[in-house]
């Protein structure tokens, strides 16, 4: 859930289940740049930013560090609609909670597909739709 992969970057959140300790040692395993990221507010990084395609970012300012994503396209989450954030891009789809429209819509307006999934029960567990997934 720390764990954020864009094609140039790898972004680590640093939470309260992930620390320096785990970015350096990443960093040091792949060779890719490695950027730590504050949360503040949440259980994870992927809790409050997910990577769309395309150099988009869905990410909720509230919540995470964001000098390091200036160089991304935002749509922007708000507070309330924070849990729609934690999503997941295949192609040009992006599976998303089902209750959204207003991020649904943003989603549509920056050119990807979106499917929405029943969440409400694992919404009440803080797990997201990344926490749901094994990607092979």
Not at 7 to 22: D, I, M, Q, Y
Not at 33 to 43: A, Q
Not at 63 to 83: L, T
Request: with cysteine; charged share 20%.
């Amino acid at each position: 859930g720390d764990i954020l992969n864009t094609p140039e970057v790898v972004f680590v959140g640093l939470s309260n289940r992930t620390n320096a300790k785990a970015v350096k040692f990443l960093s040091e395993q792949i060779n890719k740049k490695v950027v730590p990221v504050t949360v503040i507010k949440g259980l994870h990084l992927k809790s409050s930013v997910s990577y769309l395609g395309k150099n988009v970012l869905l990410i909720n300012p509230e919540r995470v560090e964001i000098g390091p994503f200036k160089s991304f396209n935002w749509i922007e989450v708000e507070e309330k609609n924070s849990y729609a954030a934690n999503c997941l891009a295949m192609n040009n789809q992006v599976l998303i909670p089902k209750g959204y429209q207003k991020v649904r819509g943003e989603i549509h307006q920056h050119g990807f597909e979106t499917i929405e999934l029943e969440m409400s029960e694992f919404e009440k567990a803080d797990g997201g739709v990344t926490c749901l997934n094994l990607i092979f």
